[in-house]
């Protein structure tokens, strides 16, 4: 069994924090947007291809194959007034495939106003025939939950379904859309676009308080531990190889101020080890640094640069109409602001 310990593992960086943390509560119990066989709703056809039924399992809509673009389902209500969702931040339609193809479903919520303005959000699901699932649209968020058009939720003038132009029949049933959420509802933060910059430029150091649980991570057989003079790694012997891995407690690290790392490594084993050190980012790996053999007791600081071996040479044939580019080297594939791991 080898051993060594990482010591630390150093940059020049400053200090800063994800800007947008966005605190939820539960707001109002949510509300349905129909009931049962939807009475005070009309159900307008985008065309003859379109037919619709309201039922107490929820509203049946088929589509016969036509030349329609976006065949689909209006509902607005009998009384002539908008949907008043205001008290909620989204809302969450159940449909069903009950056709025999595969489905694509938009979801689209209208303000009244100048269709050159785009005055809606839009959200999609896709089903397979016989299978059920939830499209949730966000206010104010279309096309995989991105910033959109600001919706006003307090004057819904139309709520859209709609399919694509098809060669078969295709239906659907709408099982239930309730209202839910709070006002100003956001939607959740993938926490791999959260950056950190390590204060002082320090990624670790062993005064370093760290979620060993979140942060260090082992492969093929090693082992880690945290001790008062870092991270201890345990190999095993012979020709297997092992890896220990630190990241992040959250998001990727922004280095983005710097143009290396720094590990600094000690062997504390009987016997002599010889590491290689890379880092992992968003964009790909670092090249491998071979920090050499380091016998029983011995320390190195191992250099971690940004900057590939080979930089970046573009292919001479780039451009050239009717041929595909060849030769050239790829450079570095780091993304500075987006650190994902120390791989030791």
């Given at each position: 069994m080898k051993h060594f310990a990482v010591l630390t593992a150093a940059c020049l960086a400053g200090m800063a924090f994800p800007d947008a943390l966005h605190a939820q509560g539960f707001g109002v119990p949510a509300k349905p947007v129909f009931e049962g066989k939807a009475e005070d709703i009309q159900l307008k056809p985008s065309s003859a291809q379109v037919s619709a039924q309201a039922g107490g399992d929820g509203i049946t809509v088929r589509i016969a194959p036509g030349e329609e673009g976006y065949p689909g389902l209006s509902l607005v209500k009998k009384d002539g007034t908008p949907f008043d969702l205001s008290k909620h931040g989204h809302v969450e339609a159940k449909?069903?495939?009950?056709?025999?193809?595969?489905?694509?479903?938009?979801?689209?919520?209208?303000?009244?106003?100048?269709?050159?303005?785009?005055?809606?959000?839009?959200?999609?699901?896709?089903?397979?025939?016989?299978?059920?699932?939830?499209v949730n649209l966000i206010f104010g968020h279309s096309h995989g939950k991105k910033k959109s058009y600001p919706l006003k939720p307090e004057n819904i003038s139309q709520i859209l379904f709609f399919a694509t132009k098809s060669e078969a029949q295709q239906s659907f049933r709408i099982e239930s859309m309730i209202a839910a959420g709070t006002p100003g509802e956001l939607p959740a933060i993938d926490p791999a676009t959260i950056r950190v910059k390590p204060a002082g430029g320090v990624v670790y150091e062993a005064s370093s308080k760290i979620n060993a649980e979140k942060q260090i991570d082992t492969w093929n057989k090693a082992t880690a531990s945290v001790t008062p003079e870092g991270i201890r790694a345990a190999y095993p012997g012979g020709k297997e190889t092992g890896s220990l891995v630190f990241r992040p407690e959250q998001g990727r690290w922004d280095l983005s101020q710097s143009l290396q790392v720094v590990v600094k490594i000690r062997n504390d084993g009987a016997t002599a080890v010889s590491p290689n050190v890379r880092l992992e980012s968003n964009g790909g790996p670092s090249d491998t640094i071979d920090a050499g053999t380091l016998a029983p007791g011995e320390s190195k600081e191992v250099v971690i640069p940004f900057i590939a071996k080979e930089i970046w040479v573009g292919a001479k044939d780039a451009g050239e109409k009717g041929k595909k580019a060849s030769g050239g080297q790829p450079g570095t594939k780091i993304t500075s602001d987006a650190i994902s791991a120390v791989i030791v």
């Open positions: 449909i069903a495939n009950t056709g025999t193809q595969q489905l694509g479903l938009g979801l689209r919520l209208d303000n009244p106003g100048d269709w050159k303005s785009n005055p809606y959000n839009t959200e999609n699901i896709y089903l397979k025939p016989g299978e059920s699932g939830v």
